[in-house]
């Protein structure tokens, strides 16, 4: 089976918008070592700058509905023309709190450890979402 999509969910204890907050907000996203540089609309640029100054990453904002989806492409940082892959974010407001849903289409078949290395990195970049919005929310 190809290593081609990864899925990712977790409950974090805290408001659609309090967890929107944690990728929009600079003052909220430079908790996690930097901000995205956007204009935050559909078709626009989405970069992650670092809190040392440098682009880590570049895409495209293909969806985006505040509080419940976020979809964009990630390019290729040195060409910034081959897709590596399409990431999508959906907001499931469960009352109390809500589930987090992050998927990740990769635009080539990852090796077994490359692959296991990116369901690590995906626990770790969601632990931390989950960390920051419900630290924001008391």
């Keep these: 089976m190809p290593n081609t999509l990864i899925k990712k969910s ?11 907050r944690v ?4 003052k909220v996203t430079m908790l ?3 901000y995205y540089v956007s204009t935050w609309k559909k078709g626009e640029s989405l ?3 670092g809190d040392d100054g440098k682009l880590y990453s570049y895409g495209i904002i293909l969806e985006l509905e505040p509080d419940l989806l976020l979809k964009h492409s990630l390019y290729d940082m040195k060409t ?12 499931e407001d469960m009352g109390k709190y809500i589930i987090l ?3 990740e289409e990769l635009a ?29 929310t008391k």
């Design 10 to 20: 977790i409950t974090i204890t805290a408001t659609p918008h309090d967890v929107w």
């Design 23 to 26: 990728f929009t907000d600079p």
């Design 32 to 34: 996690m070592g930097g």
């Design 47 to 49: 970069q992650w700058k």
């Design 80 to 91: 910034k023309e081959r897709l590596t892959s399409v990431i999508t974010y959906r907001f």
């Design 101 to 103: 849903h992050a998927e």
């Design 108 to 136: 080539f078949d990852m090796r077994d450890d490359q692959f296991e290395e990116a369901l690590d990195g995906w626990d770790m970049a969601l632990d931390t979402v989950k960390e920051i919005a419900e630290r924001k």
